[in-house]
C-alpha cells in the first residue's frame, strides 16, 4: 500500500535560517506529491503540489521538488519567519492505486524563534 | 479552490451523547471526505461521503459510530454517536477535484470536539 515518511518534529528554528523537512514515499502507482500547513488552531492548507517526476513545486519562498529516483519530495525554505510557525504534512494521491484518498505523513512541527 | 465551512467550530460535550458536523461548500463538488486528527497526530480519513449512496467508510471506522449524510453535492454531515473521551479530535471535512491526472483536496477548518 502507499505511504508516507516524514521527519518528526519539532524542528525549532531561529528566524532568517534554511528549513529542510524530508518526506519520503512508497507508492504502487505514480502519485502526485502535496505539502500542506496547518497554523495554530486552523485547518489545513495546501502549500504546494507536483504532479511528475523533476516537478518543482513553489509557493511562499517554500519549495518541493518530486524525485521519483529517490522516491522523496523534501520541502525547503531558504530563509524562515515567527510566521512560518507551523504542522506540515508531506501527503501523496495515487489515483490509480488508492482512487481519490490522501495518505498523509505523521507530520512536523516547526517552531521558528525571532 | 472551494471554499469550505464547518458548523460548529468547537463544541464540548458530555459522553454517551451525539454530536452532528456540518460541512458547507460554495460549488458543487464530487467528492467529499471526512478525516479525523487526534491530538497531536496525523490525519485519518474515516469515510468518502457519497452523494445518493452509503458512504464508503475505511478500515476501523464503522457507519453506527460515525453515520454520515450527503444530500447534495455541497453539503454532507458527519455525526459521532455515543462519544467517549477518546473522540476528542478535531474533525475535517475537505472536497476533492480531479485536474488532469490527479486528485487535489481542500479543507474546512476543522471542529475541535472535546468530549468529557
Known amino acids: 500500500g502507499n505511504s508516507v515518511t516524514q521527519m518528526e518534529g519539532p524542528v525549532t528554528l531561529s528566524e532568517e535560517a534554511f528549513l529542510t523537512i524530508n518526506c519520503t514515499y512508497t507508492?504502487?502507482?505514480?502519485?502526485?506529491l502535496f505539502w500542506y500547513v496547518q497554523y495554530p488552531g486552523e485547518g489545513l492548507q495546501l502549500l504546494l503540489k507536483?504532479?511528475?517526476?523533476?516537478d518543482k513545486g513553489s509557493n511562499k519562498g517554500f519549495e518541493a521538488t518530486y524525485r521519483k529516483e529517490t522516491t522523496s519530495f523534501h520541502l525547503e525554505k531558504g530563509s524562515v519567519q515567527v510566521s512560518d510557525s507551523a504542522v506540515y504534512f508531506c501527503?501523496?494521491?495515487?489515483?490509480?492505486?488508492?482512487?481519490?484518498?490522501?495518505?498523509f505523513g505523521g507530520g512536523t512541527r516547526v517552531l521558528v524563534k525571532p | 479552490s472551494a471554499v469550505i465551512s464547518q458548523k460548529p467550530s468547537r463544541d464540548i460535550c458530555q459522553r454517551g451523547t451525539s454530536l452532528t458536523i456540518q460541512c458547507q461548500v460554495d460549488?458543487?463538488?464530487?467528492?467529499m471526505f471526512w478525516y479525523r486528527q487526534q491530538p497531536g497526530q496525523s490525519l485519518t480519513l474515516i469515510a468518502t461521503?457519497?452523494?445518493?449512496?452509503?458512504?464508503?467508510?475505511e478500515s476501523g471506522f464503522v457507519i453506527d459510530k460515525f453515520p454520515i449524510s450527503r444530500p447534495n453535492l455541497t453539503f454532507s454531515t458527519l455525526t459521532v454517536s455515543n462519544m467517549s473521551p477518546e473522540d476528542s479530535s478535531i474533525y475535517l471535512c475537505?472536497?476533492?477535484?480531479?485536474?488532469?491526472?490527479?486528485?487535489?483536496?481542500?479543507f474546512g477548518p476543522g471542529t475541535r470536539l472535546t468530549v468529557l
Open positions: 475537505s472536497v476533492g477535484t480531479i485536474a488532469g491526472s490527479y486528485n487535489e483536496q481542500f
Open positions: 507508492a504502487t502507482g505514480y502519485p502526485s
Open positions: 507536483a504532479t511528475k517526476a523533476d
Open positions: 501527503a501523496l494521491s495515487d489515483l490509480g492505486a488508492a482512487g481519490n484518498k490522501l495518505t
Open positions: 460549488s458543487q463538488v464530487t467528492m
Open positions: 461521503a457519497n452523494q445518493g449512496s452509503e458512504a464508503t467508510y
